[in-house]
T-cell receptor, first 119, second 111 residues
């Protein structure tokens, strides 16, 4: 049963600390997304990768957030330094899409999320 | 720009039918998704529409009108387990962000 996995599932940290969240996409999926969800803003796209290359990270605060894909089986989202306003659930999702930008997107499969609390 | 609107909350009775509307304004529309999200869980895929018309899948149907920038999700024979948030998401190639989610409609099914 293929699924997206994320670690950790919960993280409580103090303001100023570094936070690293990890995601393992479904094997064979070539597109990976990072989302943040809060009650106020809903689900916001932070960054996404296709074939490990970053395509867009305009949704991320550049000064403190960074997203990488060291290899096809691992995506990371790092916050340094963390702030209380970063408290949210962070979802990773993966999808299998063709290389043609004009082609339709397939459904995204979401991981269980990392619930981050910054005190 | 991108703008997606859906009602914040809805309540419906078990066994009834409910329609959740979604309107959008985009300049590079290329498809619309509906996702279901139970409290504390991840969103899960329900449907995908790229052409006008109705797509039916069991108790759930999704409709799209591209000319009107409008979609709805229809849930029939409501069950208590259908209580969840329903997210409308639009593929828009006009900007850098490929998929934009609405804020979701929280549906409560009551006995």
């Amino acid at each position: 049963d293929a699924r997206v996995t994320q670690t950790p599932r919960h993280k409580v940290t103090e303001m100023g600390q570094e936070v690293t969240m990890r995601c393992q996409p479904i094997l064979g999926h070539n597109t990976v997304f990072w989302y943040r969800q809060t009650m106020m803003q809903g689900l916001e796209l932070l960054a996404y990768f296709r074939n490990r290359a970053p395509l867009d990270d305009s949704g991320m605060p550049k000064d403190r957030f960074s997203a990488e894909m060291p290899d096809a089986t691992l995506a990371t989202l790092k916050i340094q330094p963390s702030e209380p306003r970063d408290s949210a659930v962070y979802f990773c999702a993966s999808a299998g899409t063709s290389g043609n930008r004009a082609s339709s997107y397939n459904e995204q499969f979401f991981g269980p999320g990392t619930r981050l609390t910054v005190l | 720009g991108q703008n997606i609107d859906q009602p914040t909350e809805m309540t419906a009775t078990e066994g009834a039918i409910v329609q959740i509307n979604c309107t959008y304004q985009t300049s590079g529309f290329n498809g619309l998704f509906w996702y279901q999200q139970h409290a504390g869980e991840a969103p899960t895929f329900l449907s995908y529409n790229v052409l006008d018309g109705l797509e039916e899948k069991g108790r759930f149907s999704s409709f799209l009108s591209r000319s009107k920038g409008y979609s709805y999700l229809l849930l029939k024979e409501l069950q208590m387990k259908d209580s969840a948030s329903y997210l409308c998401a639009v593929i828009d190639w006009s900007g850098n962000t490929p998929l934009v989610f609405g804020k979701g409609t929280r549906l409560s099914v009551i006995a």
